[in-house]
């Protein structure tokens, strides 16, 4: 059961193979099985790990990158504002492609390069097939629950991206 940062509770169980350790750029989808339901998202800063559910299955999971320091990712419970398959930045010149809006500022989840020491401003960079896969099953108003990050980890060598 997992219980957001709005106090509503949402059963989980994953359908998931996940064979181990998940690195940068790795994920996994799998919608076979998935029962009936809401598509509702939750992002886990601290992890770097995305968790996509339709229901209560876990459908998709991805490695992320997020906000550096000086352009941090916000926290709490959001909800899709809306969809756009290919966004260019203009404030970074930087494609942002299958954007999901999370705030009218700006702060969106987008395929962006996942490596170790990536960063973005604010966003939640997931792997491109990932976010292509997101993109197509997600819909504006769905749920998306963003875990903060805990102040005790320390991410090294974060270099801004989009």
């Given at each position: 059961m997992f219980v957001a940062t709005d106090g509503s509770r949402h059963p989980v169980g994953s359908l998931l193979a996940v064979p181990g350790k998940?690195?940068?750029?790795?994920f996994r989808?799998?919608?076979?099985g998935a029962g009936s339901g809401p598509i509702w998202i939750r992002v886990d800063l601290p992890r770097q790990l995305i968790s996509v559910f339709r229901g209560g299955d876990e459908i998709g999971?991805?490695?992320?990158?997020?906000?550096?320091?000086?352009?941090?990712?916000?926290s709490g419970s959001f909800r899709l504002l809306g969809k756009e398959r290919l966004h260019r930045s203009r404030a970074y010149d930087a494609d942002m492609p299958f954007t999901l809006w999370l705030t009218h500022d700006g702060v969106a989840l987008h395929a962006s390069v996942v490596a170790r020491g990536r960063a973005t401003h604010g966003c939640i960079g997931l792997p491109p097939d990932f976010a292509r896969q997101l993109f197509a099953v997600a819909q504006r108003g769905?749920?998306?629950?963003?875990i903060p990050a805990s102040p005790d980890i320390e991410?090294?060598?974060?270099?801004?991206?989009?």
């Open positions: 998940m690195a940068f750029g790795d989808w799998d919608e076979r999971t991805a490695v992320v990158v997020y906000g550096s320091d000086g352009t941090a990712t916000p769905d749920r998306v629950f963003v991410v090294i060598d974060k270099t801004s991206v989009s």
